[in-house]
């Protein structure tokens, strides 16, 4: 039982190039989420989705996009990378309580 | 703006001393969530109280929620350098999935 998985752990970006951060959860839960955590700051909500089929907007959405593939995979997107984004990313899932991944630190030159 | 906002921001305490720390929030909540984060590090759940709950205890953490006030607490019991993380509170919207986090209290034990 692997619990939430994300890769990359580690990702360097130039400006306007995308790239995708995975994230799998094997605990049969519906609800996932991506985060980015900034340093000293609290957890921003990027995007949720609620069940397998439906994506939400969180606090901070502009500049991602997310996919649930299944109920297991939400995978989020970047397409045109800016310094901004620059962060930690963390997906979870919940049951009701939260579960986290490990993080994907990327920098975004 | 944040849901969540923990008070205060860092503290510092000996080992075997009781740390509190609070969180306030802005509106109705099905459930609140209390987690820590050890440095570069996830999440890990701690502990979590419904709206219809008042307190709630879990080894050495106990949990307090006034809703009326709009408030929380956490009380870790007989701190020790372990415990020594950034602790966060996470509420949730009835009605929604959305778990948006407070700023986070950091905690440093001292041995």
Known sequence: ?109 | SQQGEEDPQALSIQEGENATMNCSYKTSINNLQWYRQNSGRGLVHLILIRSNEREKHSGRLRVTLDTSKKSSSLLITASRAADTASYFCATVKPGTYKYIFGTGTRLKVLA
């Open chain 1, 1 to 109: 039982n692997a619990g939430v998985t994300q890769t990359p752990k580690f990702q360097v970006l130039k400006t306007g190039q995308s790239m995708t951060l995975q994230c799998a959860q094997d605990m049969n839960h519906n609800s996932m989420y991506w985060y980015r955590q900034d340093p000293g700051m609290g957890l921003r909500l990027i995007y949720y989705s609620a069940s397998e089929g439906t994506t939400d907007k969180g606090e901070v959405p502009n500049g991602y996009n997310v996919s649930r593939l299944n109920k297991r995979e939400f995978s989020l997107r970047l397409e045109s990378a800016a310094p901004s984004q620059t962060s930690v990313y963390f997906c979870a899932s919940s049951d009701p309580g939260a579960f986290f991944g490990p993080g994907t630190r990327l920098t975004v030159l």
